[in-house]
């Protein structure tokens, strides 16, 4: 199973900006799809960005314009860059990798807090 770490969250002021890194703990060159995911207090875990292995990606509409996500295969990590930030954007982020239907393959970590907040 791969194991997924994710880092760089934290307190921020609205307006800011934040980058989220993952590092896996396998080769991601192969993995069909790297995912972000976020969940804020009380709410479900909502997908918020996809890259592909082909590089494609894919942005849910609430933060379309704002996050970038990336990725490096030779350091086997995945970006998430958050820009222009709102305080609805607060969460626990996770990481995660999906094969080719769309199944989860890592075990769920512990995310990464993201505060945005005056």
């Known amino acids: 199973q791969v194991q997924l770490v994710e880092s760089g969250g934290g307190l921020v002021q609205p307006g800011g900006s934040l980058r989220l890194s993952c590092a896996a703990s396998?080769?991601?060159?192969?993995?069909?799809?790297l995912v972000w995911y976020r969940q804020a207090p009380g709410k479900q875990r909502d997908l918020v960005a996809r890259?592909?292995?082909?590089?494609?990606?894919t942005y849910a509409e609430s933060v379309k314009g704002r996050f970038t996500i990336s990725r490096d295969n030779a350091k086997n990590t995945v970006y998430l860059q958050m820009n222009s930030l709102k305080p609805d954007d607060t969460a626990v982020y996770y990481c995660?990798?999906?094969?080719?239907?769309?199944?989860?393959?890592?075990?769920w970590g512990q995310g990464t807090l993201v505060t945005v907040s005056s």
């Open positions: 890259i592909t292995s082909g590089g494609s990606t």
């Open positions: 995660n990798a999906h094969n080719k239907f769309g199944i989860t393959l890592g075990a």
């Open positions: 396998v080769s991601i060159f192969s993995i069909n799809a």
